[in-house]
């Protein structure tokens, strides 16, 4: 089995040249959503959905009751996200 491609960096460049924060799962916006590898405008209205329906995320792995976000696709971006 192949191995899962490395994280990509966000595509909107933090100011200053400095790393871009990781995104917030309870506050982030769709448009937001839609920055980190493998989501899709479908997907991150899921995640937003989830967390207004669900209530709010307590860890990362929480994204996993999303429907159409796997293991795999959650490890490709996990370094990008948190939980506040």
Do not use: Y
Request: without cysteine; glycine residues 10%; aromatic residues 2%.
């Amino acid at each position: 089995a192949a191995e899962p491609a490395p994280p990509r960096k966000l595509r909107t460049p933090a100011p200053d040249g400095e790393s871009p924060q990781p995104l917030d799962l309870n506050r982030a916006s769709v448009r937001e959503l839609m920055r980190l590898p493998g989501v899709g405008r479908a997907l991150a209205a899921r995640i937003v959905e989830s967390r207004e329906v669900g209530g709010s995320f307590t860890s990362v792995d929480d994204l996993r009751r999303v429907g159409g976000l796997g293991r795999a696709k959650l490890e490709r971006f996990r370094v990008l996200i948190t939980v506040d």
